[in-house]
């Protein structure tokens, strides 16, 4: 009869239900939409930005070459049907019209070659390959180069860290097959021949299943995550009905039943446990059957489903301990509902929903792992994304229900004492 009261409280409250069960789906979809189409902005949707070119010469006119040629760039010289100065591109970039400037210095072209004469004729020498009996002319005192890069304040670092690697290695190229060239000419009249493909690359190796590559996508990181958040969101309708219970003197009148209060609280452990796993099952269904149809990967949970009912359970019990706790504790709506929209978002935010805890500083790092959604996230990426087993994840569940112990002990324990005071 607890359970089926608690239902009936659900039942009897519109909003909470929209809540529960309307708002995370939206939630997931916004959210894995919006990190999905970053990823296909980044790759298939070119960025405009500015090329002040003050060197016209074969480097700038490589850079232009490349940046044109690239998945990432279209490549803007003039506005207004007028070329573009650093100063008019450093305004447009600063005012948000641009995400990047690039300003290539006046010679950079004749500099380069410059340096590289230089360079290749004193090795040349050293190793006694000229003319003994020829002066050696003075060597002309060559300044080194800066290529400027304007970044709009509001660009996130990440990017500024990757075009500045793009453009880098550009550079590396081209003075590389300067060098090459020059020392080519040098050696022979153009009779050597040299490689000039890079020799090191870099391969990713990716996980298999039999035999299929497994490779993460923004969908088998969203559900993880805001399905967590989803389930931890119950602790704002479940404080709300155990503040309500007690401002309505309905507690008082559960307490003349001969039952203990542990009834009561195993009832609201059902009842929001089968909503935890309805919300997990929705929010599940939405990935497979919907994303596909609007332009998502679906999620593939071949062989995961059991174990990640396992992580939703046990995440519940720790959200509905969490919730319990707070309903005690509290002595009104205007105290529960903001502290458990806030102490979530703070979960969620500590333990790893929004940022990774890889790129948090340490000593956040070593905070997140006192984070229930910590837990219960690396757990569901255990399953989803490691494969692993059962057995392997026992210890981040049962941290999950050794907080839903604790947690209701403590509210029991505070109710007991309250009362007989």
């Not at 979809?29 to 298939?44: A, E, G, R, Y």
């Not at 490549?75 to 447009?92: P, S």
């Not at 970039?93 to 072209?109: C, D, R, W």
């Not at 105290?335 to 333990?351: C, D």
Request: proline share 4%; with cysteine; glycine share 4%.
């Amino acid at each position: 009869m607890s359970v089926v009261k608690e239902f009936l409280l659900l039942k009897r409250d519109l909003g909470g239900l929209i809540i529960l069960f309307i708002m995370p789906l939206v939630l997931v979809i916004t959210v894995t939409l919006i990190q999905d189409s970053t990823f296909k902005t980044i790759s298939d949707t070119k960025i405009p930005i500015l090329l002040v070119d003050n060197d016209k010469g074969s480097v700038s006119k490589t850079v232009f070459d490349n940046l044109e040629k690239s998945n990432l760039f279209s490549v803007v010289t003039q506005i207004d049907n007028k070329a573009i100065t650093e100063e008019v591109a450093k305004e447009a970039v600063y005012k948000g019209k641009f995400q990047l400037a690039i300003v290539i210095p006046k010679n950079l072209s004749v500099d380069l070659q410059a340096k590289i004469d230089q360079n290749v004729a004193k090795i040349v020498s050293s190793m006694g390959l000229t003319d003994s009996t020829a002066t050696a002319a003075p060597s002309e005192i060559i300044k080194e180069k800066e290529v400027k890069l304007y970044f709009d304040p509001a660009v996130q670092m990440s990017f500024k860290n990757a075009v500045m690697n793009a453009i880098d290695k550009m550079i590396s190229q081209i003075e590389t097959k300067s060098i090459y060239t020059t020392f080519q000419n040098q050696l022979g009249e153009g009779t050597a021949s040299f490689e000039q493909k890079s020799f090191i690359t870099f391969k990713e190796i990716i996980p298999r299943i039999n035999n299929k590559e497994i490779r993460p996508n923004s969908v088998q990181h969203n559900v993880p995550a805001w399905t967590l958040f989803a389930i931890f969101f119950i602790v704002i309708p479940l404080s709300i009905n155990i503040v309500k219970e007690k401002s309505q003197g309905t507690f008082v009148r559960l307490l003349t039943n001969p039952v203990s209060n542990l009834i009561v609280i195993i009832g609201k452990t059902i009842t929001y446990s089968a909503i935890c796993m309805i919300q997990f099952y929705m929010m599940v269904a939405v990935a497979i059957f919907l994303f596909p149809h609007i332009g998502l990967p679906p999620l593939n949970i071949e062989g995961h489903l059991f174990l990640m009912s396992v992580v939703a359970l046990f995440s519940g019990f720790a959200a509905i301990g969490f919730g319990i706790l707070l309903g005690t504790v509290a002595s009104t709506q205007e105290q529960s509902a903001p502290f458990g929209a806030t102490s979530v978002l703070i979960l969620a935010a500590v333990g790893g929903v929004w940022v990774p805890v890889f790129a948090m500083p340490k000593i956040m790092q070593i905070i997140a792992k006192s984070s229930p959604m910590n837990w219960g996230l690396e757990a569901f990426y255990d399953v989803l994304l490691r494969n692993v087993s059962l057995l392997e994840i026992i210890p981040k569940i049962s941290l999950l229900f050794l907080f839903f112990i604790i947690t209701t002990s403590i509210a029991l324990f505070y109710d007991k004492k309250k009362r007989t005071v």
